[in-house]
């Protein structure tokens, strides 16, 4: 299956078609933008009471469904999709839920935003950044955008930067502790943070040019105000929901669905981002990097670097854009696992990496997947419906070789 198989509805056309659905079936790729996007149009259908179900997949199929409507989000698949090429997915939901007659939220399309890798206010979402702004649920100020008021916690496991106390929450300490911080936080105390998480970032060992340029999505960041939401900044919002898109599809779901969530799913939200972001950023502490003709490869062993659950399915997309925006001098960087069977891929541009994943793995009689941006394969793991991109077996020793799979891909790529 390509990528590209459907015509992009406009918002209204959209909005139209789901007005007089008896039943809508939204599928999301496993992506913050894309999960953010999905739980705008399920508040919406909620709203106007058309019954509604949702999930996550990191290679969306829209459902065949007789009595009612299937709609694919981050992926453009089937005669009803938010494809999120060109500008975010959460930005046409927000859109299409205006046009169903609902106000969505204006904080989670930001989220979604900048889980997408754009900035609030633009790719399209000047509307709802003036609806945040004029109902007050956003504040821009100084510092660094985390989902807790914990710095170090926030430090340690975010996954819009990469600096040398990443993954290591006492070092993280040890760095705030050299500042000097105020316990209550003023402007100028932000201000010194943020300058030094972008020097840290900048100059960090092996940081390329490239790293400047992608801190700058942590730095300025909007605050939420009051109970806008369950975390401290919009930019924090989105480093979680991109995390449980693929750590934890369920909490993330729940999450993007809840338009007051509680304690318990805020823990649960905060607990499974944490284990994400710490395991993504120890394992590319333990990686061996190396460079070729048009993409960086960083060998990792998930299992080694993570001992809380986090699975290699999960943490290697994450890693695999670690290393694309703060280690990477080439436009494609890929992320291998090799005990595991399966790598990720990531590039600047869109260049057509699920297309080559997925005729990868067909050569290695494995499983391939993803966007124009992003991909990734398994090879010899017995997880052939790729639910969520979990690990379901242990590789198998008489399937194709991931190490031969990689080659494969870079002659492809």
């Keep these: 299956m390509t990528e590209a198989t459907s015509a992009t509805p406009a918002p209204d056309a959209l909005a139209g078609v789901l007005a007089d659905a008896p039943f809508a079936r939204l599928v999301a ?3 913050g933008d894309a999960l953010a996007a999905a739980g705008l149009l399920a508040r919406a259908l909620r709203a106007v009471g058309t019954p509604f179900q949702v999930r996550v997949a990191r290679d969306p199929i829209p459902d065949d ?3 009612g409507v ?3 989000i981050g992926a453009d698949r089937g005669p009803h999709a938010i494809p999120g090429a060109g500008r975010p997915a959460s930005v046409d939901a927000f859109a299409v839920a205006r046009s169903l007659g609902v106000e969505p939220d204006p904080v989670v399309a930001l989220a979604g935003v900048v889980a997408a890798g754009s900035v609030p206010g633009t790719d399209g979402s000047g509307d709802a950044l003036d609806a945040a702004d004029s109902s007050g649920l956003v504040s821009r100020r100084p510092g660094v955008a985390l989902p807790t008021a914990d710095l170090a916690d926030g430090l340690a496991a975010s996954t819009l930067i990469r600096a040398p106390y990443s993954g290591d929450s006492t070092a993280a300490q040890a ?7 105020p316990a209550s936080l003023d402007d100028d105390a932000h201000r010194r943070l943020a300058s030094l998480v972008a020097v840290d970032v900048a100059d960090a060992d092996e940081a390329t040019p490239r790293a400047a340029t992608a801190v700058e999505r942590a730095l300025r960041p909007y605050a939420t105000v009051g109970d806008a939401a369950p975390f401290e900044t919009v930019g924090g919002y989105a480093d979680v929901l991109d995390a449980l898109a693929r750590e934890a599809p369920g909490t993330g779901v729940a999450l993007a669905l809840a338009t007051d969530p509680g304690g318990d799913l805020r823990t649960a939200a905060l607990d499974a981002w944490r284990t994400h972001g710490l395991t993504a950023h120890r394992a590319l502490d333990g990686a061996t990097i ?11 062993d998930a299992a080694d670097a993570g001992d809380d659950g986090a699975s290699s399915a999960a943490v290697l997309p994450t890693i695999a854009r670690l290393v694309r925006d703060f280690r990477s001098p080439e436009d494609v960087a890929v992320a291998v696992d090799e005990p595991a069977g399966r790598l ?6 869109p260049t057509g990496i699920g297309d080559a994943c997925r005729s990868v793995a067909a050569e290695f009689d494995g499983d391939g997947w993803g966007t124009a941006a992003r991909g990734g394969l398994a090879v010899g793991t017995g997880d ?5 991109g979990r690990d379901t077996t242990e590789p198998r020793a008489d399937d194709g070789d991931i190490t031969d799979a990689l080659a494969a891909l870079r002659e492809a790529l």
């Design 65 to 67: 469904v007789s009595d």
């Design 29 to 31: 790729t496993d992506d």
């Design 344 to 349: 990720a891929a990531a590039a600047v541009e």
């Design 384 to 388: 052939p419906d790729g639910s969520n």
């Design 175 to 181: 760095a705030l502790a050299d500042l000097g911080l």
């Design 70 to 72: 299937a709609v694919t």
């Design 290 to 300: 190396g460079r070729y003709d048009g993409c960086v490869v960083a060998r990792v």
